[in-house]
């Protein structure tokens, strides 16, 4: 009851300030910037949790904002973020135990305000802000601890895929030499059609099969080794560029499965990326035994 009742007040105390902030700044900039928050704010913790958390634990520190401006503008989160916007404008049921209230509320509440006056520039909120870099900087040291933020390295975005990823995807075809051997990059469609065989090639870690993530590392080292551009933007698929071609390296069995993908189409890109016949355990050396 008291949680019922508290909250109540907390919703109720969100239209008033919303009133005033419409009655200052106009319901217009109000009702954009609600739509903003309410569309970018979820988004931020998949970009922490999957772009900025495994550069941070690789000894690196990446431009926060800058990461996440281009994660926010890749167009599969882009399409997200908008599906995620619709869906509340169209639903958005009052809980007791909400303390906002639901975004359809909160517009209804102040379109009928006056608009205020918009002029054509809007510059973004970040603006407002002086020494963006020394800003993150006190964020990791609060997250992490002084000693350990002090130990970061600063990178930049495009260095990231190099720096970071391609260590890992290394790593993760090493510890699966076994299951990849005899595998090669024109015999995937069958591999595709296969998920069960395919799986039972690999050993699980951690409860989860790395069949998928082992061949999608496998050949974008090999694809690499020929002289392809990796590119793994935030938000964005990572890819491969050879050539005329870009490939999805991770994304290969998938399209494969669902048809996204022929066979024949997959094999003639094979040729043409000159990877043919490659054994997808021989894309990196193998680990060395330690002395007895």
Request: glycine share 8%; net charge negative.
């Amino acid at each position: 009851m008291f949680l019922r009742v508290t909250h109540a007040i907390s919703r109720r105390q969100e239209f008033v300030a919303d009133e005033l902030a419409a009655r200052v700044a106009g319901s217009k900039s109000l009702i954009t910037g609600l739509q903003a928050i309410h569309s970018v704010a979820p988004a931020f913790d998949t970009y922490w949790r999957n772009e900025c958390v495994p550069v941070l634990n690789s000894g690196y520190r990446p431009p926060l904002a800058e990461g996440f401006q281009r994660f926010v503008t890749a167009k599969p989160i882009v399409e997200a973020m908008n599906k995620h916007l619709e869906e509340e404008l169209k639903g958005g049921q009052t809980d007791p135990y909400d303390t906002h209230p639901p975004l359809k509320e909160r517009i209804a509440a102040v379109q009928a305000l006056p608009p205020g006056e918009v002029d054509g520039e809007d510059p973004p909120a970040i603006t407002l802000l002086e020494n963006v870099p020394a800003l993150e900087q006190e964020l990791i040291q609060d997250l992490a601890g002084p000693d350990a933020a002090g130990k970061l390295k600063p990178i930049n975005w495009p260095d990231v895929c190099r720096q970071v990823y391609l260590p890992e995807w290394t790593s993760l075809v090493k510890s699966n030499l076994g299951g990849l051997k005899g595998m090669t990059p024109e015999t995937l469609p069958r591999w595709a059609a296969d998920r069960k065989s395919l799986e039972a090639r690999f050993v699980p870690v951690s409860g989860r099969n790395l069949a998928v993530a082992t061949v999608g590392a496998a050949l974008a080292l090999l694809l690499i080794s020929k002289g392809g551009e990796p590119e793994a933007a935030p938000g964005s698929v990572v890819s491969v560029a050879l050539g005329s071609l870009k490939i999805e390296p991770f994304g290969v069995l998938q399209s494969l499965a669902e048809g996204k993908i022929t066979g024949e189409t997959w094999q003639q890109r094979c040729v043409e990326l000159g990877i043919e016949g490659v054994d997808l355990s021989n894309v990196v050396k193998p680990p060395e035994k330690s002395a007895a």
